[in-house]
């Protein structure tokens, strides 16, 4: 069965660091994988989408790389701040009518 | 306004009652998704629809049923809810024509069932 893998253990680095979270999936070839931010209580908020065809994919402070033969994708936040702390889940889909699946997510805190 | 809600925003039940939570959407989107998020366990799947005369289980869905009444509202029931449906419940939506295929998230819904 498809699994999705994040660290389960929280994350602590120090504010201007850059923080790197891992996914890996399993006995899945998804074409696209996003990446959503989660705080405390609320509804995950969409942040990437990268497709199977990109290396690499940047958004402000943001950079996902999406590595098909290893079946992992990276998420990066350089220059991190304190207002970064959240939980980030990646979600490995294979479009059209198939499901999205969500990771259970890594938690980050940034230590000011 | 919002553009995904859900009511009540917090609920709590007895064991046995039925209960429904709504969700409705100012997105125009034809997708809607049910989750359910337990502590270590993440967001799991319980029903999800592409339109609205299409339904599908997802990984979840014993317990549960759901409604769309309209492209705009899906209803999430407990026919007899039980003390492990404690969770926060999210529901989602997302558009087929979109390019990103990025889900848009309600505040949730806080069920207990004591």
């Known amino acids: 069965s498809q699994k999705i893998e994040q660290n389960s253990e929280a994350l602590n680095i120090q504010e201007g660091k850059t923080a790197t979270l891992t996914c890996n999936y399993t006995?899945?070839?998804?074409?696209?994988l996003q990446w959503y931010r989660q705080d405390p209580g609320r509804g995950p908020v969409f942040l990437l989408l990268?497709?199977?065809?990109?290396k690499e994919k940047r958004k402000e402070r943001l950079k996902v790389t999406f590595d098909t033969t290893l079946k992992q994708s990276l998420f990066h936040i350089t220059a991190s701040q304190p207002a970064d702390s959240a939980t980030y889940l990646c979600?490995?889909?294979?479009?059209?009518?198939?499901?999205?699946?969500f990771g259970t997510g890594t938690k980050l805190q940034v230590i000011p | 306004d919002a553009d995904v809600t859900q009511t009540p925003r917090n609920r709590i039940t007895k064991t046995g009652k039925r209960i429904m939570l709504e969700c409705s959407q100012t997105?125009?989107?034809?997708?809607m998704y049910w989750y359910r998020q337990d502590p270590g366990l993440g967001l799991r799947l319980i029903y999800y629809?592409?339109?609205?005369?299409?339904?599908n289980k997802g990984e979840i869905s014993d317990g549960y049923s759901v409604s769309r009444q309209a492209q705009a509202k899906f209803s999430l029931s407990l026919e007899s809810a039980i003390p492990n449906q404690t969770a926060l419940y999210f529901c989602?939506?997302?558009?087929?024509?979109?390019?990103?295929?990025?889900?848009?998230f309600g505040p949730g819904t806080r069920l207990t069932v004591t």
């Open positions: 989602a939506t997302s558009d087929s024509r979109g390019v990103s295929y990025e889900q848009y």
């Open positions: 006995n899945y070839s998804p074409a696209y």
């Open positions: 990268i497709r199977e065809n990109e």
């Open positions: 979600a490995p889909y294979s479009g059209g009518y198939q499901k999205v699946t």
């Open positions: 997105k125009g989107h034809d997708r």
């Open positions: 629809s592409f339109d609205v005369k299409d339904i």
